[in-house]
């Protein structure tokens, strides 16, 4: 039977932005620009050349400028027009027209497992994509079309991971996992085999840490009802997976691409740099400037 078609994709974006202080004070993490772009709108669009166009936002408190970025804004609309910059009016267009997006808020930040719980309903009985916007994944095929080739192949949840240092695995959710031959190739797909939230390095049963994309089905919602808090306190969506494994297999995929951890200070700026130097207006001259830095 054909796995059934995934046409939502929730992002959690209720968290505090603690990393970013003094300039997630008043603004969500998520508006902070990358070059020109704010972060979720890189996710998004993921989603949308994905083929996915569906949107759940989960938010809190403080987040309304994500409301009004993926709305229409009629007063900076007629602004653009009568002065002509079609351009301009294209690309603000561009962000609410492609898109259908639900809100539906986190009241307490509980954790990622709770944040995805909070969708439930607007997901409902259908199987949907996690997108956590921290994660900026450059690639030629969007990071979520390639999770779902393999969830349309194997019609089980899917989780993106890549190989981190030893010394990192501590930051991530980590897998257990034996290969398995996928058209042709191994060491791409991995059939899980446990999962471990944030574990400690001589804990950690491998180097290959879940990124923040996932194609679940909805049995995840009743997992995640039911596991306790894990790391930090929180209801841990890695948990939840833990759970969801004693009744069906689980996959994950190392996708191609390079993963920016835009949630970092250092890994926000390495996404700035390498995405201004990927433009066709600024990469000429910003690379001609980076050059004359002494460094
Ligand atoms: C979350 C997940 C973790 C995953 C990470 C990827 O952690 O809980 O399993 O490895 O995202 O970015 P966070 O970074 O929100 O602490």
């Known amino acids: 039977m054909a796995a059934a078609k995934v046409r939502k994709a929730v992002f959690p974006a209720a968290g505090l932005g603690t990393r970013f202080l003094p300039a997630t004070k008043a603004q969500p993490k998520e508006m902070l620009p990358l070059v020109d772009k704010p972060i979720i709108q890189y996710g998004v669009e993921e989603a949308l050349h994905s083929g996915i166009r569906n949107i759940i936002m989960v938010t809190g408190r403080g987040k309304s ?15 653009l027009e009568s002065r002509g910059k079609t351009e301009l009016l294209k690309i603000v267009r561009q962000v609410s027209d492609l898109i259908d997006v639900s809100y539906i808020r986190q009241k307490e930040a509980l954790g990622l497992g709770h944040a995805v719980l909070r969708s439930q309903d607007l997901v409902g009985p259908e199987p949907f994509a996690v997108v956590l916007a921290d994660d ?8 979520i079309r390639q999770l779902l080739d393999i969830y349309e192949f194997f019609g089980a949840p899917v989780l993106a991971v890549m190989e981190v240092p030893p010394e990192a695995i501590s930051s991530y959710g980590c897998i257990d996992a034996e290969p398995v031959a996928h058209n042709g190739s191994k060491g791409k797909v991995f059939r899980i085999r446990d999962l471990v939230e944030k574990p400690k390095q001589n804990e950690a049963p491998s180097n290959l840490a879940i990124i923040g994309r996932y194609i679940l089905t909805p049995d995840v919602f009743d997992s995640i009802s039911q596991v306790e808090p894990g790391s930090g306190g929180e209801i841990q969506l890695t948990d939840s997976l833990r759970h969801l494994l ?39 001259p910003f690379r001609e400037y980076l050059k004359s830095l002494a460094l």
């Open 65 to 79: 400028a994500i409301e009004d970025h993926f709305d229409v804004s009629f007063e900076l609309e007629n602004l």
């Open 246 to 284: 004693r009744s069906r297999p689980l996959y994950a995929y190392k996708f191609d691409g390079k993963r920016y951890d835009a949630g970092d200070k250092l890994g926000f700026l390495k996404a700035t740099v390498e995405f201004a130097l990927q433009r066709r207006d600024l990469g000429g």
């Open 136 to 143: 900026v994944i450059d690639s030629e095929t969007p990071c």
